[in-house]
């Protein structure tokens, strides 16, 4: 049976450099309860470690976590890349890995980059900076994702920064991403005025919380899906089989547009 899931696709942990130390897995999960989340994205920069942590406490919450990270592309461009499951992540987690600048991280500078487990011990810190574009570009990016069974989500690409539209203006060709993410400051209709190159895309909007108060959004995403599943998003963000996907302003609370609202 299909039901109406809300998603947020894009929240960072304290393994972000850039991240308040207050968003360990514990707090992301209790929040994203607090705020009805169905289906969590852990998008850390370059970066995965803290995945499992999140993947594990969510499931005792009923909440599914889709393994992910946010990758910094050779063009400066961030990207969401989600896979089916945490093995499929690791291996590609590490390929990125290997193609991140070797410069280490100042934590006085740039924030503590905390890896932890689901009781929030600290397993230790990440010792290169994850703030670098890999030497990977973004059809390469997008190419080993897609390998690797996974979804390509060009991250909030209505953004004047590390942004799809800003660093290059056009969805080049050779992409042909799941979906586009857009930044909560604008609805679906605006982006899609002010940038008639996304007409056509599916879109999902997300936190990219990098605190606590960010995972309440003034819109969300919501898809419409038999299970808390990549296989189900992929088939959601396509538009078949029955399954779909809306933003909504948090205002409507919850999509109105199919029977059995919720
Ligand atoms: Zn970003
Ligand atoms: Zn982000």
Redesign the pocket.
């Known amino acids: 049976m299909l039901r109406w899931l809300k998603a947020d696709l894009h929240v960072h942990t304290v393994l972000s450099p850039c991240a308040e130390l207050e968003m360990g897995p514990r707090a992301i999960v209790a929040a994203a309860a607090a705020n009805g989340i169905g289906l969590l994205g852990i998008t850390d920069h370059n970066a995965w470690a803290n995945v499992p942590a999140v993947a594990a406490l969510a499931a005792r919450e009923g909440i599914a976590v889709l393994p992910g990270m946010?990758v910094q592309t050779r063009e400066e461009v961030?990207v969401l890349c989600f896979f089916p499951d945490l093995a499929s992540l690791a291996v590609v987690g590490e390929e990125i890995r290997r193609h991140l600048p070797r410069i280490e991280n100042r934590p006085e500078v740039f924030g503590d980059q905390v890896i932890v487990d689901a009781e929030e011990n600290i397993l230790g810190f990440e010792n290169t900076l994850l703030l670098n574009s890999v030497e990977l570009t973004l059809e390469e990016v997008q190419d080993i994702t897609r390998r690797a069974g996974g979804l390509f989500i060009p991250?909030?690409v209505d953004r004047p920064a590390?942004s799809l539209l800003a660093n290059l203006g056009v969805v080049p060709p050779a992409l042909e991403p799941d979906a586009l993410e857009i930044s909560g400051r604008v609805t679906p209709e605006e982006v899609k005025s002010l940038f008639p190159a996304l007409t056509g895309y599916s879109l999902i909007t997300s936190s990219?919380a990098h605190r606590l108060s960010d995972l309440a959004t003034p819109r969300a995403t919501w898809f419409y899906v038999a299970a808390p599943t990549l296989a189900e998003v992929v088939l959601a963000l396509a538009g078949l089989e029955g399954r779909k996907v809306v933003i909504v302003s948090s205002l409507e609370n919850k999509p109105h547009d199919l029977p059995g609202r919720l």
Do not use: I, L, T, V
């Open positions: 946010e961030h991250a909030h590390f990219d």
